[in-house]
T-cell receptor
Framework: IAGITQAPTSQILAAGRRMTLRCTQD?????MYWYRQDLGLGLRLIHY???????GKGEVPDGYSVSRANTDDFPLTLASAVPSQTSVYFC????????????FGPGTRLTVL | GQNIDQPTEMTATEGAIVQINCTYQ??????LFWYQQHAGEAPTFLSY????GLEEKGRFSSFLSRSKGYSYLLLKELQMKDSASYLC??????????FGAGTTVTVRA
């Protein structure tokens, strides 16, 4: 069992380009989350999904969009990347919706120039 | 907004004990988590407290006082592999997790 996988591992992107970060889990967890982690700021929630077909906004959603077409996949899209979106992005999932422990993927390191 | 405070850095000697404090002010409370994160890796779950008191799990223990908005993570018999960042996270009234900035623990021989 792989748990949660993210792709790509790292990416350098020109400002203004569109980018989709992929996240897949094989644990059949209902809820999935996207966080960004910046030095000195800790993990901040971007978007979440409590179950397939639903999504919600977190603390820092501007400039990002998500979709949840099925249980396993939760892609994060940057429509037009800006340098302030340079960060490490972590996907997470939890079992019984929002009440259960969250488990994290390995992360994607994104640099926007 | 949520406010979660923990020290930035701590250093301790192999075999010693270190206590990482976390204070929080959140809109509602539905549990407190501690995660460990090694450099360049994902956070991994360590412990969960929702009621006051001490939860012990091997060399790691976590304490919670809801009335004081306070928790600590106790690491005993420190090993070199315990060098990592330790993240305090609080689940608020909307069941969202808010994280502190993390405490980097360095274990010296």
């Amino acid at each position: 069992i792989a748990g949660i996988t993210q792709a790509p591992t790292s990416q350098i992107l020109a400002a203004g380009r569109r980018m989709t970060l992929r996240c897949t889990q094989d644990m059949r967890h209902n809820a999935m989350y996207w966080y960004r982690q910046d030095l000195g700021l800790g993990l901040r929630l971007i978007h979440y999904s409590n179950t397939a077909g639903t999504t919600g906004k977190g603390e820092v959603p501007d400039g990002y969009s998500v979709s949840r077409a099925n249980t396993d996949d939760f892609p994060l899209t940057l429509a037009s990347a800006v340098p302030s979106q340079t960060s490490v992005y972590f996907c997470a999932s939890s079992d019984s919706g929002h009440t259960d422990t969250q488990y994290f993927g390995p992360g994607t390191r994104l640099t926007v120039l | 907004g949520q406010n979660i405070d923990q020290p930035t850095e701590m250093t301790a000697t192999e075999g010693a004990i270190v206590q990482i404090n976390c204070t929080y002010q959140t809109s509602g409370f539905n549990g407190l988590f501690w995660y460990q994160q090694h450099a360049g890796e994902a956070p991994t779950f360590l412990s969960y407290n929702v009621l006051d008191g001490l939860e012990e799990k091997g060399r790691f223990s976590s304490f919670l006082s809801r009335s004081k908005g306070y928790s600590y993570l106790l690491l005993k018999e420190l090993q070199m592999k315990d060098s990592a960042s330790y993240l305090c996270a609080v689940r608020d009234g909307d069941y969202k997790l808010s994280f502190g900035a993390g405490t980097t623990v360095t274990v010296r021989a």
